[in-house]
Structures are given as C-alpha cells and as structure tokens.
C-alpha cells in the first residue's frame, strides 16, 4: 500500500496490543512518536535531535534494513510486526524547527482516524452472524403447510441486477431465501458490508452460502464474521436445508472441500422429513469442484434421497438429473431472474422468475 502503512498483525487481523490513541517513543537518532489510529495500523515518525555534540544526523541508508520485499530500505514509516523509519525531514532541519509542529501533525492524524479504509480485508465492524439471525426468524413448531422459498445466484459486480432483485423479492410471499454465493467480487470488507445491506431489505428470513469470489484475500473471514459458519444445516417445515462449500479449487483440491463426512452426517442423521434441499456454490462435475469428490458427493445425495440440489457459479441456468437427483444451476443476477421454489406435500415445483 501507499505511504506506508499497511495492516498489523496477521495480514489485516486487528493486534490487540496496537491500542487507539498516540504513543511516545524515543528511537535512536531522533525524537519520535507511534500514532495507532485504530487496532490494525500504526505510524512511526522519526526525526532529527539536538544532542550536546549538536544535531544527530539521521540514520544512514546502510543502517535501514531492506524490507521483507526487497525494496530500497526506509527509515520511518512503522507497522505492526514490522518497524521502518522514514527521516520525515532532510538532515538540515534542526530540532527547533522539528518540534513546533510536532503537535499540529499528531492533531491532524488523530482528526483523520476512520476517515480512510486503510485495508480492504480489515475485519472489523460490519453486520455479524446473519444466517444466524436468519434462522432464529423461522417459525418453528407450526403445523406443516405448503411453502416457498427463493433461490438467488451470483451477485458480485451486477450491483443494480441485484438491487432489483431484492426489490420484487420484498413484493413476494416467500419463506425464506437462499443466496448461492459469489456476494462479492474481490472479498474485500466494504462490498460485505453493502451486500448485508442489501439482503437485510428482503423481509424474509435470508441465507448465504460462500462464494469462490468471497474467499479472496481476507474474504473468508470476512464472510465467517458476517454470515457466519460455512456449513449450516437446519430443519423447516418438515424438510431439511443443507447449505456447504464446495468452493475446492479455492484450497488446493485438498480433497476436504466439500467435506463429505460432514455433508453425510447432515443427510443422514435426524428425524424423517419429507424433503432434503441441498446448496452450495460449485457443482459437482464442475472443473473447480474437486474432481475426486465428484462420484462420492453425487452418490450420497442419491443414498440420501435428496430432493434438489441447488447452486451458482456458472452465471448460466442448468438443470438435470442424477442418479434420481434434481440439479438446479441459477443465473447470474445480471441475467434478471432466480428460482421460486413452492412445496406442497411431496410435490416441489422449481420456477424461474424474471424480473
């Protein structure tokens, strides 16, 4: 990043032990101060002292260490984990010319404090456990009815796609919705923030899965802060919602994405139900779904009885059926529609909404 500061810690994760306000430090080869302007980042000023054999020259540029990059060395600007010093001024300036101003610069940093993001994956602040409070929304111990529910695709860059979206789902009679991931296009912490917003206009209860898109940087956290968990399985109406990641190219095809003993337990374990929805964001058989997992996900649905499979990911509206299984693929948002889904008894019809 420009100017020297980047985010502390671990990449961007808030260190504890950067505290808001100014610190007073007294490096050697001038005066100096650390401004911590929030628990992520803090800057090291560092300049020339009056010393009784006179003006102590600044440090040398054989004395800075190179930086983790291999860059020319700096002396002055400091982050957390990571101390570099910049002589803020030429080594003529004197300290009598340094330290009137000294004040003036600590104010007009203090002042400036939350009026830029310094990083775009910091994870702070921000809406938190969204599906959480989705499913504490859900009416549980009502007699089982018919009903229905949405299914929306990728949001990412079709910001107005999705806006409209949201829009004629506020107009709808739906139970609950399910995002199917890709909120974002780069992960990064101000498109988490609108996208919250945006799901927390449509007055049903609403769900996101993660997204390949929403595990860039420091993405993944930023959806586990926001959303929640990346598994999730909870029963309504008699059916059972299974949503997961199957976001495997995004870990190396680690062959524990999906995690499979996790997906069975889910299918297999509870209460008969008249039906299992599944959701995640990559099909299987896709080339970023690990190709190992293909057969053993596709056969234990089947085992499972599953009803519907549903995901994103391609930005184009698919379906078919495997070993007995339905597979649903929903369109981009930029296509201008998503799939109603209305179950009555052990009946389940799948519609494509334009909008």
Same mark, same amino acid.
């Given at each position: ?11 961007? =994760? ?30 090291? $000023? ?8 006179? =003006? ?14 291999? @860059? ?33 610069? !600590? ?49 990412? !860059? $079709? !910001? ?22 890709? !909120?974002?296009? #780069? ?25 390949? @898109? ?8 930023? #959806? ?9 399985? $909870?029963? #309504? ?15 190396? $095809? ?26 995640? @964001?990559?099909?299987?058989? @896709? ?56 179950? =009555? ?8 909404? #334009?909008?």
């Amino acid at each position: 990043m420009s100017g020297g500061i980047s985010p502390g810690g671990d990449g961007g =994760v808030p260190d504890a032990s950067h505290a808001r306000g100014v610190q007073a430090l007294r490096p050697a080869g001038g005066v100096g101060f650390v401004l911590a302007c929030h628990a992520s980042w803090s800057v090291e $000023f560092v300049a020339p002292v009056a010393t009784a054999r006179g =003006v102590e020259p600044s440090p040398r540029r054989e004395d800075c260490p190179v930086d983790d990059d291999n @860059h020319e060395p700096w002396c002055g600007v400091g982050l957390a984990g990571r101390t570099r010093r910049l002589n803020v001024l030429p080594s003529i300036v004197s300290s009598n010319d340094v330290r009137p101003w000294i004040p003036s610069l !600590l104010a007009l940093l203090v002042a400036a404090c939350g009026v830029f993001e310094f990083h775009p994956y910091e994870v702070r602040g921000g809406e938190e456990s969204l599906n959480a409070k989705a499913l504490a929304r859900l009416p549980r111990h009502e007699p089982e009815r018919p009903f229905r529910f949405a299914v929306i695709g990728d949001i990412q !860059l $079709f !910001l107005d796609d999705s806006a409209d979206a949201v829009d004629d789902l506020a107009r709808r009679d739906v139970d609950l919705v399910v995002q199917m991931g890709d !909120l974002t296009e #780069y992960g990064t912490a101000q498109e988490y923030e609108w996208v919250a917003r945006l799901l927390e206009k449509i007055p049903a209860p609403t769900f996101a899965i993660v997204g390949n @898109h929403d595990l860039m940087g420091k993405g993944g956290l930023l #959806y586990q802060r926001t959303f929640g968990p990346t598994f999730q399985s $909870f029963d #309504y109406q008699g059916s059972r919602f299974v949503l997961f990641d199957s976001n495997s190219l995004e870990y190396g $095809f680690s062959g524990e994405v999906p995690d499979v003993e996790r997906l069975r337990e889910a299918l297999m374990s509870g209460p008969s139900r008249r039906h299992t929805f599944t959701f995640s @964001h990559v099909p299987p058989g @896709h080339p970023d779904f690990d190709p190992a997992l293909t057969e053993p996900v596709e056969a234990l649905q089947a085992e499972a009885g599953v009803t519907i499979s549903f995901h994103a990911h391609t930005h184009r509206y698919a379906s078919d059926v495997r070993r007995g299984v339905r597979y649903f693929v929903a369109d981009a948002l930029e296509s201008r529609n998503y799939l109603l889904v209305t179950v =009555v008894g052990d009946s389940v019809d799948v519609e494509r909404v #334009y909008y």
